[in-house]
């Protein structure tokens, strides 16, 4: 699955996706770019899977005409988020077009 990081987005949660292609938006030259443009050139380049940190992406974006999936982590916090490693890789393997997932972190 092609996935596109969000700024927010920790980096070291790509080496716990091994079996996915993980780009940042920053390495793609897009960090500037604001959500609703940010997400259409992820889908324009094919990527599948958008995870964010943004928790109020839900309330600025409608999903009805998109071809890429949402994952929003509730934290920023890298240590908190490789705690729930497995409940962020079941949310990113089971996503799919137009959906939004939301992945409580404790």
Partial sequence: MKILFDQGTPAPL???LPDHVVETA????WSTLQNGA?????????F??????D???RYQQSLADRS?????LMTTSWPRI???LVRVREAID???TRRYIEVPID
Avoid: D, K, Y
């Fill in 68 to 72: 890429i999936a949402i994952v929003v």
């Fill in 94 to 96: 089971t996503s799919s």
């Fill in 82 to 84: 490789e705690r729930q």
């Fill in 48 to 53: 599948e899977v958008f995870v964010t940190t």
């Fill in 26 to 29: 920053f390495e793609r030259g």
């Fill in 55 to 57: 928790r109020n992406l």
């Fill in 38 to 46: 940010l997400i259409r050139a992820a889908e324009a380049e094919g």
């Fill in 14 to 16: 790509r080496r716990a």
